[in-house]
């Protein structure tokens, strides 16, 4: 996992519950004095650690915490890769282009993304079916970052996930309602 990914997880637990929470949690899940570099990658074992006690903490299933997360994160990203997001003039515009125009640019920035693949495809005028594919199965964080990005555009919506890779199928299949 990319070091970006610690960095804003980071951000997201000294935001919500300081420094200490965030130092006990390296102590308990990363070996001693980890700093975590934006473009490098580290072991997603030490994301999982850390995702697992930020969901305790917070008294959340690790669907509800990856969501959320994915949700922050969207934000996070948007706010250091401003150029990016403002390539697109609506959430439909984003959602449909992840993995033709965002994936690419993740891919010219950072060594070895290991990304998901995305398929969307608008369905009607508030709807678009998305499938998601990898094999860290973070679809929940998927969703939160679709939240993000709806946030982020003004839009509200609901997510269907009819289809889940948690649930043995091969891909996660997302119903995107919105308006």
Known sequence: MKGII??????????????????????KHCPE??????????????????????????????????KAFGTY???????????????????????????????NEVRKLYDEPNLPTIEATIKDSQTIHLTYRSPRKLC????GLIYGCAEHFDKQIQIEHPKCMHKGDQACFLIITYS
């Open 140 to 143: 929940f964080c998927a969703e």
């Open 6 to 27: 610690f960095r804003c997880l980071e951000e997201l637990v000294i935001e919500t519950k300081g420094m200490d929470v965030w130092e006990h949690l390296l102590e």
């Open 73 to 103: 994160l969207f934000g996070f990203l948007a706010k250091r890769h401003k150029s990016i997001v403002e390539e697109f003039a609506s959430f439909e515009q984003l959602i449909i282009s992840i993995d033709e125009v965002i994936h």
């Open 33 to 66: 004095d980890r700093v975590y570099v934006s473009v490098k990658s580290y072991p997603d074992e030490e994301l999982v650690g850390l995702a697992t006690s930020v969901s305790q903490a917070l008294n959340l299933s690790m669907p509800e915490t990856l």
